[in-house]
């Protein structure tokens, strides 16, 4: 999972840190937004750092303590951070992590070999679903040294980029070994187990937050096409009405995990276009909250 994550970080245009000049500016406004009403912070969390070509780890580090990225790929974050001012470097600490917490168990070797030799699906079913089930004590694990740690945790374009892909790579290489129900099965499950690691990644990061400390997030939700404007522009309701037919399923789980976590009274979303290439524009959620007392009691 690592490697496959390494190359899709690896595998990017040139000068894609001017193409996303004003995604990261709406990204930086988010920040913005909670700094307005908490001047000066401690610490911030940054989940899925990667590149950070949408970051201004720059204006962070100008108005934060310290700054901790995480992310599978070490290198890509130290390759992000490499040209800022040595002031700033020296507030950024990265955290090499895998969130879903899977590594921890081995479970990509396992689940690789088991489609490699191609045993029964009904035992590699059983074996997702039986990780699925462990997923909540894997990520208490993972996280419980950050419980309450920072005034700012942020996720940024993770939710899609969590298992999923790496998985159905993995099972288009071993495809032939199954006949076409079994794979839909085995699809299937690997579904449920996304959905569940997309939940328990958001409610195992709230934990990580200080009372009265702020959650953001931001998260392509679909693919721009022409047909698409007139909802769009309708505004937020019917953006969501238009991603429930069409969006990245794990995204809407993800934006919905979120505000589970956060006070309903302070929740802010913001929505726009993100051309991420030459060849594909997102459409792209923020959303802000402020972490639920009930959470800390």
Request: hydrophobic share 40%; proline share 1%.
């Amino acid at each position: 999972m690592e490697d496959f994550q390494r190359d899709l970080n690896h595998d990017r245009e040139e000068l894609r840190k001017i193409r996303w000049k004003q995604h990261r500016l709406q990204v930086t406004q988010l920040f913005e937004a909670v700094l307005s009403k908490k001047p000066m912070v401690k610490k911030v969390a940054i989940i899925g750092a990667g590149n950070c070509d949408d970051l201004d780890l720059e204006y962070l580090a100008a108005r934060c303590q310290s700054i901790h990225l995480f992310d599978i790929d070490q290198e890509s974050m130290e390759k992000g951070i490499k040209g800022l001012p040595e002031l700033a470097r020296k507030k950024i600490q990265l955290v090499k992590i895998n969130v879903t917490g899977l590594d921890t168990i081995g479970f990509d070797g396992d689940l690789s070999l088991m489609l490699d030799r191609g045993e029964k699906a009904g035992v590699v079913i059983q074996y997702v679903k039986d990780t699925e089930n462990r997923l909540s004590q894997l990520s208490e694990q993972l996280f419980a040294e950050y419980s309450f740690e920072f005034d700012i945790v942020a996720t940024s374009a993770i939710y899609t980029q969590l298992f999923y892909n790496w998985a159905m790579d993995l099972l288009a290489e071993h495809g032939d070994n199954y006949p076409e129900n079994d794979v839909e099965r085995i699809k299937d499950a690997f579904l449920d187990l996304r959905d569940e690691i997309v939940r328990t990644l958001s409610h195992s990061l709230s934990k990580c937050i200080k009372k009265n400390g702020f959650y953001l997030t931001w998260t392509d939700i679909l693919k721009m096409k022409p047909e698409y404007s007139d909802a769009i522009n309708e505004g937020i309701n019917a953006v969501f009405t238009l991603a429930a037919n069409v969006g990245y399923g794990a995204s809407l789980i993800g934006l919905k995990a979120f505000m589970e976590e956060v006070d309903k009274r302070e929740l802010t979303l913001r929505y726009w276009s993100w051309d991420f290439n030459v060849d594909k524009r997102y459409l792209t959620i923020g959303a802000i909250g402020r972490i639920c007392e009930s959470e800390k009691n």
